[in-house]
Structure formats: structure tokens, C-alpha cells
């Protein structure tokens, strides 16, 4: 490798590259174009806005600007069967979008949608910007498909990520975002905003003194909204149903050896185990709350065992695994948002990202102790757009008393993040009433 192209394989195209919108749908909220607005201008950009608020619609509009700007294509990213999602959308707002499973088809449209997983079929140099759809779920991926992902955009002049949980339980995680945008690296982002404890170099803390300009300086790429009102709106069509969450525990047949009865389980082997032994137990619970009623639900599970004793024993159900062909996939859920299949038994892993399943308001969860697993499947349903109370039916054991306790550790953190990252956007911005909308415009903080 010569020196130059060590260079150009090191370059990262500046910071701020967009330009004016030249195309704004009718159908977008005022809030929804102000977003728009931005990120174009940005030209490269992460919005964090939360379920229901139509990252898809945002995200669409802001491929069609880059494409009519630059007349190149731009190709969204997405999880697995959320592409027909993109398309039909695109369909609403009168914008032509192809999906693309194995590269470029002959007349493909200017906004190309495929999966993540089918990247390695598409070249960089024939998109002049790139979307990923959900973009907090590429830490879920293996070392390799998270490489290739940001080595696809670091050239692309043109860059949006959308997702509802960045960084939901570690601020950290915000410098994967950034790196992939082409601003600050992630280790530059620690070594300038954090600081570790000198015991353990994994363990790294926020700075006191850097806390406000750390949440600026993540203002100047991303915005973040959990609702209209965030940014001066009225929330008015996106109020939240009833969300009633429903905790069930249940015993093992029989205790361990050697105790008359079951103890909190101790690491991870020990929940392990204390999973694995209570899955008929816990499976026949859920199952007998999701056959006590005839309505749509979604059984999520954990373990592969755990699915298909669920799938087994719940009327009308589909099973979604990880060993079954992406066409499959994309037919069961397409399937069961449709109304062909009554409940869905899939892992968060799988199905826990992108997908509206607004049509559906009981979901069944065994909690573990990812924070970002719970919320995506929990807010599949519970989402701007649901008409009805959602109830989730919590089912756990004595011996996950631990995981519970880690699990809602985790939700108050991430509360609190995003309450700071939406607190200190605010505070970057002046909102100036005119024509009956708001319009936000940034401005130097001295004036």
C-alpha cells in the first residue's frame, strides 16, 4: 500500500456538507420538516425521535433531496422485512422507492432500500448518500457487518442515521454514531469528553466539567425528540395510549437440589440455568394469557427452545427464528401485519427493530438484561399511531430478582440521557413563532 492511498483510506470528507431542501412532502408534520430541514442543510446528521414519529417519512424525504440535489441514487439501510415498510411508505408521500435484494436491478429507482445484511451486494460508488434505518441495531451485529457498514459510508458526501434508542444505556455508544457521520472518532470523543476510573479502563465516566459542552457538541450532528413538544410543538395526534405492564412470577416445579426452595440467581450462569429450567413453566404462562383471547399479540422469547414451545401451544401462531430464510421472514411478518397470522413468537433480536405493529396491542416478554431489547419490542406496539391500551405481561421467575433490578437500573439511565440530550438541544435553539408555525433557527450561544 502506497502512501496515498493510506491517506485516502484514513480521509473523512468535513463535517458539514448539505444544502437547502429542494423538496418538502405535504404530508410531513411541521415538526417533521423542520428536521428534515436541518439534516439537509447538515448533510450529514442522526435523528433520535422516538416510535411513531415518522422517522420513515423523514428519512424518505431527506433520500429525495440528496437524490434530486446530486441526481445519484441514495440507498436506505434497514433490519430484516422493514424494506416492504420503506417502500409502501414511499408510496404514500409519492416517492419512488426499489427494493433491492442482490445490488442494483436494471431501471432500479433513484432511493434503493435493501437489509443490512445484504450490503456486501452493493458498491459504494454508486450512491451518493446512504440512510441507515434504525441504526443503533448495527452494535448487534458481528465485528465484520458493523466494519463493513461504516467503511460503506465513509466516503458517501451524504449520511442520515435514525434511530429511537442511541446509546440507550451508555453514552459512549454516541461515538459510533459520530464516527460513522465523519465527525469525532470514538476514541477522540472519549479521550476529550470522558474520563476512566484507573482500575478498570472499560469503565469510563462523563466528565463534570465537560457535561455541557459534550451534550453540545452532540446538538451539532443529532437531534432528538420523544414527542412535538420537544421542539415547541403541539402534541396534538401524538399522545400515547395506556401502557399497563404486567409483572407474572413463576416457580419451578421443583427446586434445586440441596434447597427447599429457589434462591435469586447469581451471574449469569446461574440465571442461565434458572431460565432453562423454568421455560415450560414460563412458556405456559404466556401462552395460556395470549389463548385467553382472540385478538393479535406478540410472544418474545429469548432462547430458541423457548419459541418454539410457544409456537406450539398459542393458536394461530408463527415462529420467526434466526435460521430461517430471509424470505421467510419477510413473509411472516408481512403476513401477520396483515392479519394472516393471529400472534407472532419471535426474539427482540430479530424482530425487535423498525417494524409497526401498531395493529397489535398484547405483547408477552421474558426481560433479560438488555435495557434497548425491552424497550424496541416493548415500543413495536406501543407507539404513536396505537389506538388501543397495550398491555405487556411480564414473565420472570424468583431467581431473575437481579435481572429485573439491572433491567430497571438501565431504563432510569437512559431516561436520563435522553432528557439531557433533549434539555441541552433545547437550549441550543430559539424558537421564533411566524405564519402560525414554529421555526427554529440556531444561533450563537453569546446572542
Not at 436506505?76 to 442482490?102: D, M, W, Y
Not at 431460565?275 to 404462562?285: F, N, V
Request: contains cysteine; negative net charge.
Amino acid at each position: 500500500m502506497d502512501y496515498a492511498t493510506f491517506l485516502a483510506a484514513k480521509t473523512q470528507i468535513g463535517t458539514d456538507s448539505g444544502f437547502d431542501p429542494v423538496y418538502m412532502p405535504d404530508l410531513l408534520f411541521p415538526f417533521q420538516r423542520d428536521i428534515v430541514t436541518w439534516a439537509t442543510r447538515k448533510g450529514r446528521a442522526a435523528v433520535f425521535a422516538d416510535c411513531g414519529l415518522g422517522k420513515t417519512f423523514m428519512q424518505l424525504a431527506w433520500a429525495e433531496n440528496v437524490a434530486r440535489h446530486t441526481c445519484g441514487r441514495v440507498l436506505i439501510l434497514t433490519p430484516l422485512a422493514v424494506s416492504f415498510q420503506t417502500v409502501r411508505e414511499g408510496a404514500k408521500l409519492g416517492i419512488e422507492v426499489s427494493h433491492c435484494r442482490n445490488g442494483l436491478d436494471t431501471g432500479a429507482a433513484q432511493i434503493v432500500v435493501t437489509n443490512y445484511e445484504r450490503l456486501h451486494h452493493f458498491r459504494p460508488d454508486d450512491f451518493a448518500g446512504v440512510v441507515c434505518d434504525e441504526s443503533s441495531i448495527l452494535k448487534n451485529f458481528d465485528g465484520e457487518t458493523r466494519k463493513a457498514v461504516t467503511e460503506f459510508m465513509r466516503r458517501r458526501p451524504y449520511r442520515l442515521l435514525c434511530t429511537a434508542t442511541a446509546a440507550p444505556n451508555d453514552y459512549i455508544e454516541l461515538g459510533t454514531s459520530s464516527e460513522a457521520l465523519g465527525d469525532l472518532a470514538r476514541t477522540a470523543m472519549m479521550a476529550r469528553f470522558f474520563m476512566h476510573d484507573g482500575g478498570e479502563t472499560q469503565r469510563w465516566a462523563l466528565k463534570g466539567h465537560a457535561e455541557r459542552d459534550f451534550w453540545r457538541w452532540v446538538c451539532s450532528w443529532a437531534r432528538a425528540i420523544r414527542r412535538p413538544s420537544d421542539m415547541g410543538y403541539d402534541d396534538d395526534g401524538f399522545a400515547l395510549p395506556p401502557l399497563e405492564v404486567r409483572s407474572h412470577i413463576v416457580s419451578a416445579a421443583a427446586p434445586l437440589d440441596g434447597y427447599l426452595f429457589d434462591m435469586p440467581a447469581v451471574g449469569l450462569q446461574e440465571q442461565r440455568q434458572d431460565l432453562r429450567r423454568t421455560i415450560d413453566e414460563r412458556c405456559g404462562m404466556a401462552a395460556d394469557l395470549v389463548n385467553g383471547h382472540d385478538l393479535a399479540a406478540v410472544a418474545w422469547c429469548n432462547l430458541n427452545e423457548e419459541g418454539k414451545r410457544l409456537a406450539k401451544s398459542i393458536r394461530g401462531a408463527v415462529e420467526v427464528c434466526g435460521a430461517d430464510p430471509e424470505e421467510f421472514k419477510e413473509e411472516a411478518f408481512a403476513g401477520f401485519v396483515s392479519g394472516a397470522f393471529r400472534v407472532l413468537v419471535t426474539k427482540p433480536t430479530i424482530a425487535g427493530f423498525g417494524l409497526n405493529l401498531q395493529h397489535c396491542a398484547h405483547e408477552t416478554f421474558f426481560p433479560s438484561h438488555s435495557y434497548e431489547q425491552y424497550y424496541q419490542a416493548v415500543r413495536r406496539c406501543w407507539r404513536f399511531g396505537q389506538k388501543n391500551p397495550v398491555v405487556v405481561d411480564m414473565i420472570t421467575t424468583d431467581g431473575q430478582a437481579d435481572v429485573l433490578a439491572n433491567l430497571n437500573r438501565k431504563t432510569e439511565q437512559a431516561r436520563a440521557m435522553f432528557d439531557s440530550l433533549v434539555s441541552f438541544m433545547w437550549r441550543e435553539m430559539v424558537v421564533q413563532k411566524t405564519t402560525g408555525y414554529a421555526k427554529k433557527e440556531e444561533i450563537p450561544q453569546w446572542l
